[in-house]
């Protein structure tokens, strides 16, 4: 009895920690709980086996396991995710619910890097994830993945070259407040040409709606085309309600600050990247309402 609370204690110190793991592997709030809750069941059955070697250290073998249930998980994703309508994004989760062991680190947290990391195999991914938001060393990551350190060093500098990190910078800082305000007043006053003129030429918007509601079957390229797909909201949102077609707002999600968007009888949550020069390269609009049950709207 003393070796499972043992276990359960030892647990419920690191859920945090593995939470913010999975998160940011899984890029789905339910399915990291999920994968987290599992780890739970496997710390307690591993010290029931009285056969079993003596855990040396329950933070590092709580981590791997948690670890390597997220690669699975990913993997068991894939197929689905392959399948999924229109584009996937990840699930947006409301600063206030995420815990601050999670939020701290804002490594890998926005719904960009959530979703580019997509790009990447699973163990590149866990290795990225550990490394820079968890700043654990190429023999620690080595251990968890049965890598050699030298593959495990190869795969954070191509993980890293493909989603554009600066591999010496700090955690991305909040968007700059005063152009999401100036965004925000732009979409509720209808103002197309204002919104263009804060997107790069060859900026792209993804639109998740997973079937569930309209939305942009295919990711949206250029200023020009974002701009159109803008103005069919405004015209759809003006008839539907003459009076307020569109209500913007500044959400607080996934440690930094994005838009939600209000219109016909619907909510869908924004998120903006921007360049070095200032101007949005990357909008991530999230509408699908399965998808919006961890923010607060």
Known sequence: MTLAVSATSAWQSERNRLLGIAYRMLGDFGHAEDVVSEVAIDAVQRERKADADRVDSWPAWLTTVCVRRSVDRVRQLATVREEYTGPWLPEPVDASRLPEE??????????????????????????????????MSAPEIADILEKTPAAVRQMISRAERRLEIDPEAPAPRAKDRAALEKLVMAIELGDINTVVAMLDRDAVLWADGGGRVKSAMN????????????????????????????????????????????????????????????????????????????VSL
Not at 270 to 280: K, M, R, S, W, Y
């Open 102 to 135: 999670t939020v701290a680190n804002r490594e890998l947290l926005s719904l960009a890097l959530l979703h580019l990391a997509e790009q990447l195999a699973p163990e590149a991914r866990a290795a990225l994830v550990l490394h820079r938001a968890f700043a």
């Open 219 to 294: 990711p949206v390229f250029g200023a020009g085309n974002i701009g159109r797909f803008f103005a069919g909201i405004f015209g759809k949102a003006a008839e539907f309600n003459p009076v307020q077609p569109i209500r913007a707002s500044l959400i607080g999600v996934n440690g930094g600050e994005a838009l939600v968007i209000r219109h016909n009888g619907r909510a869908d949550i924004l998120e903006v990247e921007a360049g070095p020069d200032g101007l949005i390269r990357g909008l991530r609009q999230v509408s699908n309402p399965d998808k919006l049950t961890w």
